[in-house]
């Protein structure tokens, strides 16, 4: 009678052996255990013939985010003594479904009637949403809808599982649940609000992370770059890095206009670093840059491959308007945004435009000229859905002592949507941080970004925000929280590639050779127009080497 059954409220309350008792008496009127006996955990429950059994373990081994294995029963076992006390598997579910040959045969409410054919049979207990969501949303993650689906589709004469959401209530409480490392804690992390997207890393790798973007936060220049630093940054970008499949960075500052190539070398190997990681890591990684400045890159490129710094080439592109729907087609397969080329756009170190439609150094002199409109590609991807943007950037001076004041004709601003990588205020990205950017950097009024990013990566040299991407990526990949959510916890992990992706990370030695390459093709340090064992005015040896040394020490 309805006088018998237990109330919705009251049942959020009862104690898991309560709960089922109550369950085996069939007195629970309603066909849902969400939310009862709240704060215990819940198992999915699947019933095989002990021939399948060995092959269901290792499939659920293998499949651990999605199957969690918590007990398998011996053949006939209707307890399950590590999950409850005074418990039958016969009869402590709300319902339960049959299976013959695989397909669904009927509902039931106990097995008591197949207590012969159980003594064949094996069951496991499997972990359940229902006992983590109520966590997932204390951190803040909206629980949109549930999802069921049935463990196992094996041809088996004779199969059980519970029925969708009638769960097998233990007695273990959810804040007991066992860590296999205490520094595996996960951590919901909130990449972006529109759209909206999260993502799941262990605490000790987003502290790592953050420590990253501690380190190369200082500000060697002393032009109170500090004032632009936003926290997490770094991690979001990476963890939005991480979910993409292809990448497309773009580079180049040509701040030495009186030169031959006007390039600088912040900018080259932070892009070169990140590609290498990328490309570890199995995805699609391409560099977009000036037509100029093309056969420069390519050769550098060459260099970097025959002497270890790189183990492939990385694809280089160019990108000239030539009709207003250029970007548009650029990024996308024949023009249509439904089918994007690349899912992420990385600027590091990239001259960005100003309010004024111009292209500043730091001393205010306009390299427009110099300069393809790269940023049209930022701002097409705004109405992209799918595509994200990064820009990283650094607080040394872009420009020659020597530079003369000079200035050129103006064009029409832009608007873009980015994540950057810079140093001073004038990169493509740093329109994120424009009005602190007037506030606290010489000359930010006239040199200021109006092209803002998704994320602002701010550091010290730019090159050193390439080095830390690389160190984060390596760092999500081998993290085993990220690893598995990557993959939505099926089929097998990837951190037996852990080995090659560490030979990928930047190093004193590759970083060495490469800025050698630069010097013998004529590309200057930023700061001083030097072709010496120097970035940004600062030398190689101990300022950037002891850089890399230190993300690595955080990274390893």
């Known amino acids: 009678e309805a006088s018998d059954m237990v109330c919705l409220q009251a049942l959020r309350t009862l104690l898991p052996a309560t709960a089922r008792n109550l369950i085996r008496q069939n007195k629970i009127a309603i066909r849902n255990t969400s939310g009862m006996s709240a704060g215990y955990n819940q198992a999915n429950v699947v019933i095989l013939h002990r021939s399948l059994a060995d092959d269901f373990e290792k499939f659920c081994r293998a499949n651990s985010g999605p199957l969690p294995l918590l007990y398998r029963s011996a053949p006939g076992e209707w307890k399950c003594p590590p999950l409850s006390t005074e418990s039958d598997i016969q009869t402590d579910c709300l319902l339960y479904r049959r299976y013959e040959n695989g397909t669904f045969a009927g509902s039931l409410t106990s097995l008591e009637n197949y207590s012969e054919q159980l003594k064949d049979m094996v069951t496991f207990y499997l972990g359940c949403s229902f006992s983590f969501e109520s966590a997932v949303q204390k951190l ?168 270890g710094v790189l183990k492939t080439p990385v694809p280089l592109l160019s990108y000239k308007e030539d009709a207003h729907d250029a970007a548009l087609k650029f990024l996308c397969e024949s023009g249509d945004p439904a089918s994007p080329r690349f899912d992420h756009l990385v600027a590091i170190e990239r001259a960005g435009r100003a309010s004024d439609g111009n292209y500043y150094n730091a001393r205010k002199i306009n390299i427009k000229h110099l300069v393809d409109p790269i940023d049209d590609l930022f701002e097409a991807a705004q109405n992209i859905r799918g595509i994200s943007t990064t820009g990283m950037y650094a607080d040394i001076s872009e420009c020659s002592c020597a530079d003369p004041p000079v200035t050129s004709l103006q064009s029409p601003g832009v608007n873009i949507y980015l994540p950057g990588i810079g140093d001073g205020g004038n990169e493509l990205g740093t329109g994120k941080v424009k009005e602190l950017v007037k506030k606290h950097i010489p000359n930010g009024d006239t040199i200021a970004c109006d092209v803002a990013a998704d994320f602002a990566v701010i550091a010290g040299v730019s090159n050193w925000g390439g080095y830390a991407v690389s160190c984060a990526l390596y760092l999500l990949n081998t993290c085993e929280i990220h690893e598995r959510y990557l993959r939505r916890a099926v089929g097998f992990p990837r951190l037996s590639e852990r080995e090659s992706w560490a030979s990928s990370l930047p190093s004193v030695s590759k970083e060495e050779k490469l800025l050698e390459i630069l010097i013998q093709h004529g590309v200057r340090s930023g700061k001083t127009a030097s072709l010496a064992m120097e970035v940004d005015g600062l030398p190689f040896f101990n300022t950037h080497s002891d850089m890399i040394r230190s993300l690595l020490d955080v990274t390893l």
Do not use: W
């Not at 909206?196 to 973007?213: G, H, M, T, W």
């Not at 220049?221 to 499949?245: F, P, Q, T, W, Y």
């Open 140 to 307: 803040g993650v909206p629980v949109i809808y549930y999802i069921f689906k049935n463990c196992t589709q094996a041809e088996s004469p004779l199969a059980f599982t519970h029925s969708p959401g009638c769960m097998f209530i233990t007695d273990i409480k959810n804040e007991e649940a066992p860590e296999s490392d205490s520094g595996q804690t996960p951590a919901v992390v909130q990449i972006s609000s529109d759209p909206l997207q999260y993502s799941l890393v262990s605490q000790r790798a987003a502290d790592k992370i953050r420590a990253l973007e501690k380190i190369i936060g200082v500000d060697p220049g002393d032009r109170g770059i500090k004032n632009l630093l936003v926290r997490d940054e770094l991690l979001k970008s990476c963890l939005s890095l991480s979910h993409a499949k292809s990448i497309l960075i773009t580079t180049g500052f040509p701040t030495h206009f009186q030169h031959q190539p006007p390039e600088e070398n912040d900018g080259p190997p932070g892009a070169i670093a990140m590609a290498a990681m990328l490309q570890a890591l199995g995805k699609k990684a391409a560099i977009v840059t000036d037509e100029r400045a093309i056969d420069l890159n390519r050769s550098i490129i060459e260099k970097a491959v025959e002497q």
